[in-house]
């Protein structure tokens, strides 16, 4: 079953432009992880955040959590062409460590 | 290099026909997933496994089985029951059993029914 959902769909923005991406989840997590797929390959880990934690950065991302909302926002600065990817949040949930993934973000950075 | 490795990237079947994906990693991982990814569509557990010889169907088993027979592999065979198995199929490991943290991908396998 999906839980988080991603916001927006898809997102076209301007090189060097920031961009940000929203997820929001139904119940409580035990943590909140961001991935990248570029087209047609695997994911690649981005970022994880867990449920005590606010913000986390790692280099050009910021990630935040709000875990009263059930919401995070990834955030990327000075975005490159080669940003262009689809994003994907997944959570965890306290009781089980299976990842519950959602739709995506569309993310296209025109150079 | 650590990885993991999937194969075939493209594979076409006809309907009626059993067919097999290989995954293999080197990263000495106990747990493996295999995924489901519909266009437009997040991913969707099929199957995984935490530990050698044994595992646990997912949210879309129906039509596929798989083995654990070696640590290091987990195939997938999307069998001819799968009533719409045209998708792109993700394998992945994660360090440990009850791990909460990030997942490894191989790079993918196509799977197109003529």
């Known amino acids: 079953s999906q839980q988080g959902e991603e916001d927006p769909q898809a997102l076209s923005i301007q090189e060097g432009e920031n961009a940000t991406m929203n997820c929001s989840y139904k119940?409580?997590?035990?943590?909140l992880q961001w991935y990248r797929q570029n087209s047609g390959r695997g994911l690649v880990h981005l970022i994880l955040?867990?449920?005590n934690e606010r913000e986390k950065h790692s280099g050009r991302l910021r990630v935040t959590l709000d875990t009263s909302k059930k919401s995070s926002s990834l955030l990327i600065t000075a975005s490159r062409a080669a940003d262009t990817a689809s994003y994907f949040c997944?959570?965890?949930?306290?009781?089980?460590?299976?990842?519950?993934w959602g739709a995506g973000t569309k993310l296209i950075i025109k150079p | 290099d650590g990885g993991i490795t999937q194969s075939p990237k493209y594979l076409f079947r006809k309907e009626g026909q059993n067919v097999t994906l290989s995954c293999e990693q080197n990263?000495?991982?106990?747990?493996m997933y295999w995924y489901r990814q519909d266009p437009g569509q997040g991913l969707r557990l099929i199957y995984y496994?935490?530990?050698?010889?044994?595992?646990q169907k997912g949210d879309i088993a129906e039509g596929y089985s798989v083995s654990r027979e070696k640590k290091e592999s987990f195939p997938l065979t999307v069998t001819s029951a799968q009533k719409n198995p045209t998708a792109f199929y993700l394998c992945?490991?994660?360090?440990?059993?009850?791990?909460?943290?990030?997942?490894?991908f191989g790079e993918g396998s196509r799977l197109t029914v003529l």
């Open positions: 990263l000495n991982h106990d747990a």
């Open positions: 955040i867990r449920s």
């Open positions: 992945a490991s994660s360090p440990a059993q009850g791990n909460t943290g990030e997942l490894f």
């Open positions: 496994s935490q530990i050698v010889n044994d595992f």
């Open positions: 997944a959570t965890v949930k306290d009781s089980n460590y299976q990842l519950i």
């Open positions: 119940t409580s997590i035990n943590n």
